[in-house]
Nanobody, 122 residues
Framework: QVQLVESGGGLVQAGDSLRLSCAAS????????MGWFRQAPGKEREFVAF????????YIADSMKGRFTISRDNAKNTVYLQMNSLKPEDTAVYYC???????????????WGQGTQVTVSS
C-alpha cells in the first residue's frame, strides 16, 4: 500500500478556488490510479474524480464537471484537485485514494488519506 497525505483545504467564499494536493510515499506512485472523493456531514462518501496511472485519462463527476480538474505529477508523487467556482454545497472532507484501476467506486481503492476539510461560505 501507499501512504497518502492531503493538504490545501480551508475556508473560502463561494466563487473562490482551491487546489488540493495529495502527496504519496513510496517509489511506486506511478503504478497507482488515483481518485478523489468527498464526504459531507450526514451524507455518504461521494466520488469526485479519478486519473489513470499515466495521467492521460481523467474523469470528473457530472456535478463538478467544468469546475474541477484532476492532475498528477508522477515525478513529485502528487495528485492535485483544482476546484474553481466553489459552491456552499462543495463543503465536505475531501479524500484522495490510490488503487490499481481508475474507477468511480470507492471499493476500487485500497489506500486512503486522512482527508482535508473544505468549507465554502455563501
Amino acid at each position: 500500500q501507499v501512504q497518502l497525505v492531503e493538504s490545501g483545504g480551508g475556508l473560502v467564499q463561494a466563487g473562490d478556488s482551491l487546489r488540493l494536493s495529495c502527496a504519496a510515499s513510496g517509489r511506486t506512485f506511478s503504478s497507482y490510479a488515483m481518485g478523489w472523493f468527498r464526504q459531507a456531514p450526514g451524507k455518504e462518501r461521494e466520488f469526485v474524480a479519478f486519473i489513470t496511472r499515466s495521467g492521460v485519462s481523467t474523469y470528473i463527476a457530472d456535478s463538478m464537471k467544468g469546475r474541477f480538474t484532476i492532475s498528477r505529477d508522477n515525478a513529485k508523487n502528487t495528485v492535485y484537485l483544482q476546484m474553481n467556482s466553489l459552491k456552499p454545497e462543495d463543503t465536505a472532507v475531501y479524500y484522495c485514494a490510490a488503487g490499481r484501476v481508475a474507477m468511480s467506486t470507492s471499493s476500487a481503492y485500497d489506500s486512503w488519506g486522512q482527508g482535508t476539510q473544505v468549507t465554502v461560505s455563501s
